[in-house]
C-alpha cells in the first residue's frame, strides 16, 4: 500500500482532520456537541478555518526523513523540525517550544537549548509516517530516536511507538483492524490498549493515542471517524490527525473524507497540492 496513491491518502487524512479538529480544540462539550458535523471547518480565535496547525508540519518534517532515506539522528531531525517552522510559521506550537524554535537556526542549536521530559502528545501527532518503515523493530527504534528530541519519557517514547505501529499494523496487513489493539499490547506493553477512551483528552501523549485508537476501532469510514475523534473533546486536532492517518493505512476503512473538507483545505505553498505531490520514495 506504499504508493503515491496512499502516500497522498495519508497526508490528506492528516492534515483534514488536523484542520477539523482545530476549530474544536478545549471548546466547551455542547460547543463541540452542537457544531461537530463533519461538513465545516469551525472559525477559532487565532486559527484559520481549513488551516493545519503543528501536527501536521512536525508530521512533513518526520515524512521527509522517511522519505528520503537520510541518517534518521537526532541531529538530522532537529534540522528538519527548525527548516519545516522556519519555512511555514503557524500556529498550534507549545508556546515554549515555538519560542525555542523560532531562536534557532539549525538543529545543532535546538537539541542544546530543548530540555526533553514532556510526556505531552507532541512526539505522538507526528509520528503516522513512520508506519512505513519495513519492520516493527525499525519502526520502535525510530520513534523512540525522533521521540526523545522532545519528550524523553517513558510515555512520550511509547505514545510514539504505538501510533507508528498502528500505521505500520495497517500498512503491512498484519491483520484485522480488530486486532489492532492487541497488537500493540504485545509490542508496547505496559498500556490498556484495549480499554476504551471515555473521556475528554488531555495533552497527554497516551490518552491521545488510546483516544484516536477508540475512535479508529469503532468505525469504519473516515467521515464517522472524524466526528467520533472530536467528540470526545480536550486536545481534537491531535486526536483526528492520528486517528485519520491511520485510518488511510488500512484497506478495511472506506475512505470517504467529505469532498467540502479536502477543497476547503489550504492550499498555499505547502498545502492540498504540496502533500498531493509528496511520494514515499525519491
Known sequence: MSDVKT???ILLSIAVGDAYGAGFEF???????RENDGKHYRKRAGFTPGHYTDDTQMTLAIWDAVRLGGPFTPRYLADRFVYVYHRDPRPGYARGFEGVLKACKNGTELLEKLKPTSDRNGAAMRSVPLGLLLSIPKVKAYAKIQAAITHNTPGGIASSQAVGLMAHFGLKRLGKLSELAAFLEKNVPGTPWSEPWKEEVPLH???TVRAALTALLAC??????L??????????????AIAL????????????????LIRGLENGPYGRDYLKALETTK
Do not use: H, M, W
Open 7 to 9: 502516500s497522498q491518502r
Open 220 to 225: 469504519r469510514k473516515q467521515s464517522n471517524l
Open 227 to 240: 466526528r467520533a475523534a472530536v467528540a470526545f473533546t480536550g486536545d481534537t486536532d491531535s486526536v483526528a
Open 205 to 207: 501523549g497516551i490518552a
Open 245 to 260: 492517518g491511520c485510518s488511510a493505512c488500512f484497506a478495511e476503512y472506506q475512505q470517504d473524507l467529505p469532498s467540502v
Open 27 to 33: 471548546e466547551a462539550p455542547e460547543v463541540v456537541e
